[in-house]
């Protein structure tokens, strides 16, 4: 069990309240190292979502949070970011416990997070209204920025704290109230931070939170005329069917979809920190990662050397439960997640790629407790395979080969999606023609997998819409508005005045 005050039930909060699930509703939480149960927790069903939503719509139409002082408002997110960081040894281990990934990363998430809410804390302090110049003295012509309103915010289950933050941060800055959904599989650390969030005293009704299946209470989030913006972080499919299910309501949805992101290398490329950038960008949290490079793509006269180091590597690294400081990397989410990895590794056989290391599960009794999945590399793997172009969520890297920089670029656009691309070369002409070139959201040159919260994150294609971090983070929860102001009006004229 976890026995840790920041995560005990109940684990609802509406309206300002801890309360437990309407239909009395539970989940267990397993730990995806062992198995076993962390807690129990509160589960909502529809009438809990759609109270959330009330609340939330309440306190955005006649509470106070829409008109509190920008001022007040930064000073709620630097009060969150300071709990957090007091609190930040007990929320990775949270963290570690729920998705599995090592204590080390867990920790640079928790940095990360604390890292976003003070970034918006002072984006929101440099913000100031347009003037527009209308060539009319007498007129005051001004744009400014509103809070969208009510916000449904969903998030996925790799990084749940991580990706909620990125969420609700903007939002709070933004002036917008909100109903916080995490993922099923990994409530607790986003059940933490409302419990912060609260403990700052963020007025009731602006954050709520819920916690259930999307099938239970997704509908009352994102088919209802009372939330004006959904932001949804997870799988194209269900991206797909949250903006259907919006759309005859015109409600505003931005979508971060994932990625199948390619990690090209040059020839000339520094050998040892490339394979090492690909062995990280593919195995990181067992290559549960959105913007994983799970698609190396090397120049023919150093593929075989590369991909042999590679699986040397692969098979040194140490995994095993997040909690041991000797593990490198974690289980998979779950059971059911490694049920899906191992399907895709026999398809990549049956497509005819070269199983070079993995793919099997691990014979160690401890490890066959969890759902651990060794890092599996395919090598001879060609751009129509299923393998290669679809997301597989795990760690599992493919190996395609070129010759030519039209043929490395070709190969690197040759995806539905486009998140995330990284290049390595020491030509710097070369590297800035591929970078501008590559189709994908964040490029890397020379380097992997690196981000900053006044960057924009988002991706092109079936990698989704709209952005989140940097200004463009903040705009996404804000509505701009024209103020015409005429100082000395006059009678226009435009229709005469007479009797005939």
């Not at 995806?32 to 589960?43: F, H, K, W």
């Not at 080390?104 to 970034?119: G, L, N, P, T, W």
Request: hydrophobic share 40%.
């Amino acid at each position: 069990m976890l026995d840790d005050e920041l995560c005990s039930p109940p684990n609802l909060y509406i309206d300002g309240k801890w309360v437990h699930a309407a239909g009395g509703g539970t989940r267990e939480i397993v730990n995806p190292a062992d198995g076993s149960v962390l807690a129990t927790i509160d589960e909502a069903d529809r009438a809990d979502a759609v109270g959330a939503v009330a609340a939330a719509r309440a306190a955005f139409d006649t509470g106070g949070w829409p008109r509190t002082p920008v001022a007040e408002r930064i000073g709620y997110l630097l009060r969150i970011a300071e709990l957090l960081d007091a609190e930040r040894d007990a929320m990775a281990r949270i963290e570690t416990l729920d998705t599995g990934k090592t204590l080390r990363e867990s920790h640079i998430d928790i940095d990360d997070v604390i890292a976003v809410f003070r970034y918006y804390a002072n984006l929101a302090s440099t913000q100031a209204d347009r003037l527009v110049d209308t060539g009319d003295p007498a007129v005051i012509s001004r744009v400014v920025r509103e809070p969208v309103g009510v916000c449904a915010l969903i998030a996925p289950w790799n990084y749940p704290l991580l990706q909620m933050s990125w969420k609700i941060a903007p939002a709070l800055a933004a002036g917008c109230t909100m109903v916080a959904k995490p993922s099923e599989v990994t409530p607790l650390s986003t059940i933490a931070l409302v419990k912060l969030i609260d403990r700052a005293g963020v007025p009731p009704g602006v954050v709520n939170l819920i916690q259930s299946s999307g099938a239970t209470v997704g509908s009352a989030l994102t088919d209802t005329p009372d939330v004006d913006l959904i932001s949804f972080t997870g799988g194209a499919q269900t991206g797909a069917t949250i903006a259907r299910t919006a759309a005859p309501h015109i409600t505003r949805v931005a979508l971060e979809l994932g990625g199948k992101n390619p990690h090209i290398i040059f020839p000339d490329a520094d050998f040892d920190s490339a394979v090492d950038a690909v062995l990280t960008g593919a195995f990181l949290h067992s290559g549960q990662v959105c913007s994983a490079g799970t698609r190396l793509i090397v120049h023919d006269t150093i593929a075989d050397r590369f991909v042999a180091e590679l699986a040397r590597r692969a098979q040194r690294i140490r995994f095993g439960p997040g909690l041991d400081p000797a593990s490198e990397t974690g289980p998979l989410v779950s059971e059911q997640h490694r049920d899906k990895v191992e399907a895709y590794v026999a398809l990549g056989i049956s497509e005819g790629a070269r199983l070079v290391t993995g793919g099997e599960r691990p014979a160690d009794p401890v490890l066959r407790a969890g759902s651990f999945y060794p890092p599996t590399i395919f090598d001879d793997c060609r751009r129509w395979m299923r393998l290669v172009q679809e997301e597989t969520f795990g760690p599992i890297l493919t190996v395609e080969r070129f010759g030519t920089e039209a043929q490395a670029l070709a190969l690197g656009n040759d995806t539905a999606y486009g998140l995330a691309a990284g290049v390595r070369t020491a030509d710097a002409a070369l590297g800035e023609r591929m970078v501008r070139a590559l189709r994908h959201g964040t490029v890397w040159l020379n380097d992997f997998g690196y981000y900053t919260p006044a960057a924009e994150w988002g991706g092109f294609g079936r990698s989704g819409t709209g952005r989140e971090l940097g200004p463009s983070g903040l705009a996404e929860y804000q509505e701009t508005k024209h103020i015409w102001h005429n100082t000395a009006p006059t009678v226009g004229g435009w229709f005469a005045d007479n009797d005939n």
